[in-house]
Structures are given as C-alpha cells and as structure tokens.
C-alpha cells in the first residue's frame, strides 16, 4: 500500500485535501483550521505585496530601467560610412528571462524619455553570447548603486576570436574606430536626452571617443563625418573608460579624437600599469610605436617631451585618471577591473551622475 500510495497520481483536489490534511495533523489542527491558517497566511501575503506597490509607487526603479543589445555582428566589419538615416542594425530587448527582438525607436526614441541613457561598448575577443551576458553583470553593478531608472544600450560590434588571433588583433583594432559612426548615429539620435553616460573597454574605448569626437563635428581621416554636428554648448556627456586600447595622445590638442571631450561633463580613466597585453600596445603600430592610455593614462603636450608622463590631459581638470595595477596585478580582464579595482565605484557613482566627493575607493562593490 506504502508503495501504491508513492506512485499513484492524485488530480489536484486530492493533493490539496491531502496537504491540508497532513497541515492539520501536524499542528493539531481540525481540517478545517488548516484550511483557514493557510487562507490567512494567503491573505496576509497579498496585503503585503499591494501595500508595497502603494509605497514605492507602482513598478520599482529597476522594473522600469531595460537593457538593449544594439548589434551590428551582421554588417560587413570594416566600414568607412553609414547611413545614419537608417542604419541596418539589429535590436534586441532583454525582457528578464530572454531577450527579445524590438526595433531602434523602441531603444533610441528621438523625442526623449528624460531617463538616463548609458552606452557600453565591450572590448576585443567577445563573442555575442560573452557580450548578452556581460552587459547583464554591467548592469548589476549599475542597479546595486542607484535606485533611478536608466536605459542601458550596449553596442555589440563583431569582435570574436578567430582562428589567427594576432592578425584578429590588427583587424578588430581598425574595426573597433569603424564602430564609431555608430556611436555617434546613437548619441545623434539621443541629443534630446538631459544625460548620457559612455563606458568602453578595451577596443571599445577606441568606438566610444571615436563616436564622441565625430558627435562634435569632429573629421577622422577616410571616414564620413556626421551630417548635422551637435551644436549644444551644454556638458550632457559622462565618460569612463575601462583599459583603453587607443593611444595615450588621441585626446590631445593635435590628437585623432581631439575634439572628445567638447561636451564631456567629466570622465574617468581605469588603467593598469602592469597590463601584459596593453604593455605591447606598440606593436599595432611599428612607426609610431604608441603607448596605450589604458596602460599609462592620457596625456598632454608636456608628454611630447617626456613619455613616462602620466598627468592628466592639459587643461583638463575634469578628468580623472587611476591606476589600479596594484590591486588588480597582471592581467587585462575587465571582470577585474570592475571586481577587483576600488577605483570602479568611483566610476559606477560617476556614471550614473551621482556628483559625490564622499565616494568610499575602498568600499566592497558587490553586483
């Protein structure tokens, strides 16, 4: 009977009046008690749940905040011009448990939401899946430090490893600048938006600058310009960046993407002076032999002079540089850097315009 009892499949009325019953052994109670024990301990829950919504205010911060993957892993890698009318990008939404194929008004609405917009774009070597999922741990650490609502666009561009690595470096690396007419179409059709924040690792640093430099009527040699430069004379960007592969001098004066900066509220640069891969960062170019500001920091003219230098850019007081090869040793992962290095906080509170001097370096930032 023992047996028969296990095997057998009961419909769903006998396993309720089963459960209540087992209830009303087990604590004394008539059947009939348990019954009203489980209504109430029902009843106290749902009270529980409206009561809350009523506090906060209907969906909470993070229900309204969403995730974009804006993806150009389709489209030919090396580029010189886009059409920034309708580029043939892909756009998928994360909907909590999957993600979800949506179209660009949905994720960049040229009228404005007022919500804070931030872009991520991700470094070398990242296949698509790495890439869904590594913006999903960027906006864990965003949630954990905010309770305002944003929308997080990554950039997906193609970036995965083939099968001659070294020459997917040179490759990627040219590719990665070609990705800045993409940034710039975004943040074009953001110029509505009070506030925009920029984060790119790694190659990805190379698209965001890039992007930034073309949004500020800006010219990168053999690559279309933008057809309407932002003439906003307001600092509406954020920008961190995260071991930037580009050259130390790019930001300067006379450099590549020397008009980054024009409408740059403030940025941060994370970098790491013992990073094995940044450290030969020269080898992208045997002529001119740059060094990598995610190795050393962005400079200023004084640079010219001296290349050890790694005070911040001249004239430049907005910008803030931080070493954090002593914390996180060798290696160029990002996981470290945003696991690892204090300084990141500082960055994540930077990034979502959170204008605090009190920011703790030290304290644990758990996603």
């Keep these: 009977m023992l047996l028969s009892h296990h095997f057998t499949k009961p419909n769903s009325t006998k396993r309720i009046g089963y459960f209540l019953r087992q209830v009303g052994l087990m604590n004394g109670y008539s059947r009939r008690n348990g019954l009203i024990l489980i209504t109430s301990y029902l009843v106290c829950v749902a009270v529980l749940l409206f ?15 969403s995730i974009y993957e804006i993806s150009t892993r389709h489209l030919p890698e090396q580029f010189r011009s886009i059409s920034f009318d309708q580029p043939n990008v892909e756009v998928n939404k994360w909907l909590g448990n999957c993600w979800h194929r949506t179209n660009v ?16 774009v991700h470094g070398n070597f990242m296949e698509r899946n790495n890439a869904l999922e590594r913006v999903r741990i960027v906006d864990r650490y965003f949630r954990a430090q905010t309770d305002r609502p944003y929308r997080l666009l990554m950039l997906s561009w193609p970036s995965q490893r083939e099968k001659k690595p070294l020459r997917d470096v040179f490759s990627n690396a040219e590719s990665a600048e070609c990705q800045s007419l993409y940034v710039a179409w975004m943040l074009q059709r953001l110029r509505n938006e009070p506030q925009v924040s920029l984060l790119g690792f790694s190659f990805g640093a190379k698209a965001v600058t890039g992007g930034l430099h073309l949004d500020a009527g800006g010219v ?5 310009a933008l057809p309407q430069a932002n003439q906003d004379a307001s ?16 930001m300067e004066q006379i450099g590549r993407h020397h008009l980054a900066l024009t409408h740059v509220d403030s940025m941060i640069n994370l970098y ?59 290696t160029h992962s990002e996981k470290s850097y945003y696991g690892e290095c204090p300084y990141f906080r500082t960055m994540i509170q930077h990034l979502l315009w959170k204008d605090s001097a009190e920011v703790t370096c030290n304290a644990p930032l758990v996603p």
């Design 51 to 65: 009561a809350s919504r009523i506090v906060f205010g209907g969906d909470s911060p993070h229900e309204l905040s």
């Design 105 to 120: 008004e949905d994720a960049l609405p040229t009228g404005g939401t007022g919500m804070l917009t931030i872009i991520y």
């Design 220 to 224: 990168i040699p053999c690559y279309s």
């Design 235 to 250: 600092l509406k960007y954020r920008l961190g960046l995260v071991a930037p592969a580009i050259d130390r001098h790019w």
């Design 272 to 330: 790491n002076s013992r990073d094995p891969i940044l450290r030969r960062f020269g080898f992208l170019d045997k002529f001119s032999r740059p060094i990598a500001a995610g190795f050393a920091g962005f400079t200023g003219f004084e640079a010219l002079l001296d290349p050890r230098v790694t005070s911040p850019l001249a004239g430049q007081s907005r910008v803030r540089q931080y070493d954090c090869g002593s914390v996180i040793g060798t």
